[in-house]
């Protein structure tokens, strides 16, 4: 055999072993052909062979029915993005129910055309209307389907259509083309989740994330709770991979699911995590990139997408929320009625998928507060608990018991549900939690933000308030091939999302995620990766976990917390804890000046620093050095930042003083060469008033890439001045102090032609005398 021959024979035969590897190791390889999404039209419509005819215009063209926004994720350009639109129809004031659908939207006579294979498919879709304005009458339509030039079949809509969805469905055998016509003098028509199915698609396991809001772990028989109150969850526990330790990334709703979802914290998201509202520059950051979340990532990979939940977050028209992706969203807005509608809603949309393979997302707002479970299962729990241990409960405590035996039991209906439809051994089922919940008297630290009790979540890192139930179910084709069904040690949900990916063998870049990937583990093909670093981020607070210690830090300026609601208020930056000798968190040894103490908190520092959690903006300021004749130079400045204060470098003698979370002054000295400060801001906005000062007198300063030159400067025109993606030309020759935002996590950096025409204007601006080299 010659060496070429005997190179093809070696990399066929490698071929052979890597085909056969992966038949052995992936469940998703064994499983048989069947009905499954082909197209999924909304994400064809940036494509090349996608053909639009019609007047669309480049803003919202219906603006008095606020509840809707542009699709977020089918990659069109600003012009068109409103032809992907994220639409709201039927609200029901009673229970708050908002329906969003991810739809093509068409202005009268208008038409798409796509570009499919040839094939036998099944076009399903749903249908809506809406007129020029609220009070329009008269409203009629037809849409028309054609393959290949030819009618396939009409459709009329008229005025019962208004906000109403009618049922698309056809069958099309086509050769190349499939054209969606929609002829109307008056109505304005919006055409949700258009997929066309085949039988000839990879059948796939179906994936149900159940999301149990202020679901601590602890409260599970199956993590250790002595008595039985969720029965339904600990049997799917026996059957599940179990985490052991498991956390958050976040201490409430939003940080922590923004963060699951996406594998990624949510600060570097761009979502922030003091408050509810998403911001135009938050959402400018999160839309400017491509998001690879989970609904996304099944999406793409062939999976109906849905949330049933009780979450605005996930709503983007909300001013709250963002847009995730999904085909199809079920919010209800109503407390206490909203648990048994959302389990009644779920369970009608797994029985009308039948075998098309799909992915849930189900959360319950229980048991979260107000704690208000019904009478009956209140009744079965004093039963179960004896009452010389029940009534040692607060009775906050107590409801909240009752609230997870509610929950319990709801969610115990979808799996019996699944169970009846012979979908439950097939499908992959995760439980868990957003975050945990705060009970104990001894961490009543807080700002009190909303609960104004102790009762709640979001502001401290204890680990009874980011403690989470988290398991998963396998797909009975995957069990055989489970080596270790125990995580031991510490994990966090940050990992969800590649291990998730990883069980069902949908191959990702693990650059992508900031999580583990624990399946090779599960399926006995690696050692545990352990997560021997968990970060946590809270309301201006993060957390650092390691199996040894935990670090608490809160940001500058929201270091003031009170003991109790009414207790005076006093400094608490730090807070440290020795989770070997102290588990409950009782000591905080920040403050304590033994020896052992000072080590373990220089130890946790350095790791917090090394870790390197969130991306910011950082502010550059950097001093001239002093005169020789001067010898030494007393500089001093404050800093007024939109974006508030996350953090800062600066040189050993600089002195800090810190008054709010957006106002921070230095004061430092400065000899024969330059000195640099670095201030990290907690949030993208750029605007910012500098005052410097040399021995005691106002200097002047230059700004941004350009280095014009200020006293002072209005904060908004310094807003569209101060950035620079890169050290200023001039920078370190400056004999002024220089003044740039790196825009490092924003984004707000220049393009190649941005940055000639800078050159171009520096020039200019140097003629006018502006600019002094």
Not at 5 to 30: D, H, N
Request: hydrophobic share 35%; proline share 6%; glycine share 6%.
């Amino acid at each position: 055999m010659s060496f070429l021959s005997s190179q093809i024979f070696s990399r066929s035969l490698s071929s052979i072993l890597v085909v056969l590897l992966s038949f052995a190791l992936g469940f998703c390889s064994e499983q048989k052909n069947g009905e499954g999404i082909a197209y999924d039209l909304t994400r064809l419509l940036s494509s090349p062979g996608t053909k639009v005819e019609g007047k669309f215009p480049d803003k919202d063209p219906l603006p008095y029915h606020w509840k809707k926004n542009p699709g977020r994720h089918s990659n069109l350009p600003t012009s068109r993005k409103w032809e992907n639109t994220q639409i709201t129809f039927n609200t029901d004031k009673t229970l708050f129910i908002n329906h969003s659908l991810d739809a093509i939207y068409f202005p009268p006579n208008s038409s798409y055309s796509f570009e499919i294979q040839k094939g036998s498919y099944d076009f399903k879709s749903l249908a809506g209307i809406l007129g020029e304005t609220f009070h329009s009458a008269g409203l009629q339509g037809t849409l028309t389907i054609e393959a290949d030039g030819k009618k396939v079949q009409s459709f009329v809509l008229g005025d019962n259509n208004r906000e109403n969805w009618k049922p698309i469905e056809v069958q099309v055998v086509n050769d190349t083309n499939l054209k969606l016509i929609w002829k109307s003098d008056n109505a304005h028509l919006y055409l949700a989740e258009p997929i066309l199915y085949s039988q000839s698609q990879p059948q796939k396991s179906n994936v149900i994330l159940i999301v149990l809001d202020s679901a601590r772990k602890d409260f599970f028989g199956s993590y250790g709770f002595p008595y039985p109150i969720t029965p339904n969850m600990d049997q799917l526990a026996r059957e599940s991979v179990f985490f052991e330790n498991p956390f958050s990334n976040g201490n409430w709703t939003k940080p922590s699911m923004m963060s699951f979802f996406h594998s990624e914290y949510s600060s570097n998201l761009g979502l922030g995590n003091s408050w509810f509202t998403t911001k135009p520059y938050q959402r400018k950051v999160y839309y400017g990139k491509k998001r690879n979340n989970i609904t996304n990532v099944l999406r793409e990979n062939g999976y109906y997408t849905k949330t049933v939940m009780n979450n605005v977050f996930f709503l983007d028209y909300t001013t709250v929320g963002i847009d995730l992706g999904f085909h199809n969203s079920f919010q209800v807005g109503m407390d206490i009625l909203d648990t048994p509608a959302l389990t009644d809603h779920a369970i009608s949309f797994v029985g009308e998928m039948g075998k098309k393979p799909f992915f849930l997302h189900f959360n319950l707002n229980t048991p979260h507060a107000s704690y208000s479970p019904p009478a009956e299962d209140m009744a079965v729990i004093k039963k179960m608990i004896p009452p010389e241990v029940f009534y040692k409960f607060e009775s906050p405590v107590q409801r909240y018991i009752g609230e997870m035996h509610y929950t319990d039991r709801e969610v115990g209906r979808l799996l019996q549900s699944l169970k009846e439809k012979n979908l439950y051994d097939d499908s992959l089922i995760i439980i868990t939690g957003d975050h945990g919940e705060l009970f104990s008297p001894h961490h009543d630290y807080s700002y009190h933000f909303i609960m104004k009790t102790r009762f709640g979540h979001g502001e401290t890192h204890y680990d009874e308030e980011i403690g989470v139930p988290y398991f998963i179910k396998l797909p009975k084709s995957a069990e055989k091939k489970v080596e270790n069904r125990k995580i031991p040690g510490q994990s966090s949900l940050v990992s969800l999302v590649p291990t998730v990916l990883g069980l069902l063998n949908i191959t990702f870049d693990p650059k992508q995620f900031k999580g583990v990937d624990y399946s090779s583990f599960i399926f006995g093909n690696s050692e545990n990766p352990k997560e021997k670093n968990i970060y946590t981020e809270g309301r201006m607070s993060e957390s650092l976990r390691t199996e040894e210690y935990k670090y608490i830090r809160r940001y500058p300026g929201f270091t003031s917390v009170r003991r109790t609601f009414d207790g005076e208020p006093h400094t608490m930056a730090e807070e440290l804890y020795d989770l070997k000798k102290d588990p409950e968190e009782r000591v905080n040894l920040s403050q304590d000046p033994q020896p052992d103490s000072l080590a373990l908190l220089s130890k946790a520092r350095i790791a917090f620093q090394a870790g390197h959690f969130l991306n910011r903006n950082k502010i550059h300021i950097q001093l001239p050095s002093c005169p020789k004749d001067k010898g030494i130079c007393n500089d001093s400045g404050s800093l007024q930042v939109q974006g508030s204060i996350y953090d800062w470098i600066v040189p050993k003698d600089t002195r800090i003083l810190s008054t709010s979370a957006k106002q921070i002054q230095y004061q430092t000295n400065v000899s024969q060469s330059p000195e640099e400060l670095v201030f990290f801001t907690v949030n993208p906005e750029l605007e910012a008033d500098f005052r410097l000062y040399r021995n005691g007198a106002p200097i002047s300063y230059r700004v941004g890439r350009w280095g014009l030159e200020f006293v002072w400067a209005n904060p908004q025109l310094l807003k569209n001045l101060l950035t620079s993606d890169r050290e200023p030309s001039g920078w370190g020759k400056s004999g002024l102090p220089w003044i740039y935002n790196d825009a490092s996590f924003s984004g707000d950096s220049e393009s190649t032609a941005q940055r000639e025409m800078g050159r171009e204007v520096k020039k200019i601006l140097e003629t006018w005398g502006y600019i002094h080299e």
